[in-house]
């Protein structure tokens, strides 16, 4: 089938992509003025279910300006238990404020654009291909708090906008007068709190495990844990 082919050819695409960039949303962990690269490992999670994994790389540049890629998997959905949403997206991530002396907490606003691909037995069966183009903007506002030379403790909100354009389409002839290409658009607010740790090695290697508690404007609760991994391209 058409859209079992292209799944296949587009993971492999987005690996190659990621294997070639650096690392991405990697310069809040960055001293200004400082290049460098990582990747961070997130998920999402509700109460009832593991419901995204995804994988993202990029590369910072003087601990300003982020731009990479994401990776990520989506379980369930409107088509059934069995959907899979695979997702491919381009990052970036401003800093625009920088914790100091002089100012008590850190703005990083970030961003996406991305294209979706959706697969289910339910598809599959009535040969109907799903897809999709969306983009989330936001920003988090955060405070750092050193405990140790090697150690810290981040808090912080966020709050971000998510808005997916989904496109379903047949695989044969559609009959005269039907709705096909049928277009629905989902659109997401969510906005929560952050509490995370900072482990750094004496040659400026960040470590840094993080979770999101956020809810939706349906006041659903998800749970966003993140594992970042930042190398800045000059060591100490």
Avoid: H
């Avoid at 991405?24 to 990747?39: D, F, R, T």
Wanted: proline fraction near 5%; glycine fraction near 10%.
């Amino acid at each position: 089938m058409p859209g079992k082919r292209k799944t296949p050819l587009a993971i492999l695409l987005v690996l190659l992509l990621l294997a070639a960039l650096p690392a991405a949303a990697q310069s809040s962990y960055l001293e200004s003025g400082v290049n460098g690269v990582g990747v961070d490992v997130v998920a999402r999670i509700s109460l009832d279910a593991f419901e995204q994994a995804g994988l993202r790389a990029g590369y910072s540049i003087s601990g300003v300006l982020d731009l990479g890629a994401n990776l990520g998997i989506r379980f369930g959905g409107s088509e059934g238990d069995d959907t899979v949403e695979t997702r491919v997206a381009i990052l970036y991530n401003v800093n625009v404020l920088e914790q100091s002396r002089l100012v008590p907490l850190s703005l990083q606003i970030f961003g996406s654009y991305g294209f979706m691909n959706i697969t289910s037995d339910s598809l599959r069966d009535s040969s109907l291909i799903k897809s999709g183009t969306g983009y989330t903007i936001g920003a988090d506002l955060y405070w750092d708090i050193s405990l140790l030379p090697v150690w810290g403790i981040r808090f912080g909100a966020t709050a971000a906008y998510e808005s997916t354009n989904y496109q379903t389409t047949t695989e044969v002839t559609p009959p005269e007068g039907s709705d096909y290409p049928i277009s629905n658009r989902v659109r997401n607010v969510i906005y929560g709190g952050m509490l995370g740790f900072l482990f750094t090695t004496i040659r400026g290697v960040v470590f840094a495990p993080l979770v999101k508690v956020v809810v939706n404007q349906d006041l659903d609760l998800f749970f966003e844990p993140q594992l970042s991994l930042v190398i800045p391209s000059k060591p100490r």
